[in-house]
């Protein structure tokens, strides 16, 4: 069935505030999972609402936390989430974090204490339609194998990038550092499809495709290998150590059965690319993208995003009848 844009979002945020989530954090919720939704990011959309829910039944996450942000340095804004989501703590340090990138050309928001459960590209989309580049990554809970070892130590860590480009949407990329999203590997689990050869390990470290494995006791992979690997680490240091974060193996969420989200860290740097020398940036990238399609590239990253949402502008964003009836059910529980 069909749902408009405002509605589903309004939905879900019924669901958030039914479930004691302050209203300023339920709008934000909502508006960042409806997003998703309309994207096409299904394993970051209204799949994510179970695990919302359960997270917060279980007392591991603050849904009331009032972020504090911290004026720290000419080009860095800090802010602590309280043992909250990390979009609301964005959300409240974003005029800062964009004053100081166009006075000083380039700033870096630092959020601990938070937790992430959502897309990472609506974190930094919004910037390159301000003109802003923008560059962000978040480890999460631990699930992934370093390369050469033989236990988890990473989390699928995100990293994030958008910029402006003329006379076309922001170029905006989101990708995990894992072989796979573990939201796509729990959708593969659930509809019973196999994941990719290289994806992951069962308990015993063996190589496996089968999704249940990998969710019981085994792991993800890093994609590329050394390379996944490095970058996964870099993920780890910048977003937890950096921060003040946890990396992903320092939180202890075993006496919160049906917890979900990762109580970590996250690292936004957005740059002013009108204190650059020569053409206009946007017009660069513009030129850089007329030389790939030039190449023969056919897609860029974040079109099939773009065209999900025209999509969902005419039509609405469909959505299974029990999916929508369920969320209908828990946006009514007292």
């Keep these: 069935m069909p749902i408009a844009f405002a509605e589903l979002a309004s939905l879900l945020q019924a669901i958030f505030l039914r479930h004691g989530v302050a209203p300023q954090v339920a709008q934000v919720l909502a508006h960042n999972c409806a997003t998703a939704e309309q994207d096409g990011a299904t394993s970051h959309g209204v799949f994510r609402i179970n695990g919302y829910l359960a997270t917060l039944a279980s007392g591991w996450v603050d849904g009331r936390a009032v972020p504090v942000v911290e004026d720290v340095a000419s080009g860095y804004v800090a802010v602590d989430a309280a043992g909250g989501f990390a979009q609301p703590a964005l ?72 910029a402006p480009c003329a006379g076309a949407e922001p170029i905006v990329f989101d990708m995990a550092t894992s072989a796979l999203a573990h939201g796509d590997v729990q959708i593969a689990a659930r509809e019973g499809h196999s994941l990719p050869p290289g994806s992951g390990v069962d308990r015993h470290g063996q190589p496996t495709c089968d999704p249940r494995a990998v969710l019981d006791g085994g792991a993800l992979l890093p994609f590329g290998g050394h390379k996944g690997s490095a970058l996964s680490m870099m993920v780890e240091l910048l977003s937890a150590a950096l921060t003040g974060g946890h990396f992903a193996f320092e939180f202890d969420w075993s006496q919160h059965p049906g917890a979900q989200t990762p109580w970590t860290g996250q690292l936004i740097i957005v740059i002013d690319p009108a204190k650059t020398a020569g053409a206009p940036f946007a017009e660069r990238a513009r030129t850089l993208v007329e030389h790939m399609r030039a190449a023969g590239v056919e897609r860029f990253s974040g079109e099939r995003r773009y065209r999900n949402r025209q999509r969902a502008a005419r039509e609405g964003i469909w959505l299974e009848e029990p999916q929508l009836a369920q969320l209908r059910q828990w946006a009514e529980q007292q």
């Design 91 to 162: 959300q409240a340090a974003r005029p800062l974090l964009v004053s100081k990138a166009r006075a000083a050309g380039i700033a870096v928001l630092a959020i601990r204490n938070s937790h992430h459960f959502a897309a990472l590209w609506p974190d930094v989309e919004p910037f390159a339609r301000e003109g802003l580049v923008a560059l962000s990554v978040v480890n999460s809970m631990t699930c992934v194998v370093p390369q050469g070892g033989q236990r988890p130590v990473f989390g699928t860590n995100p990293v994030a990038f958008a």
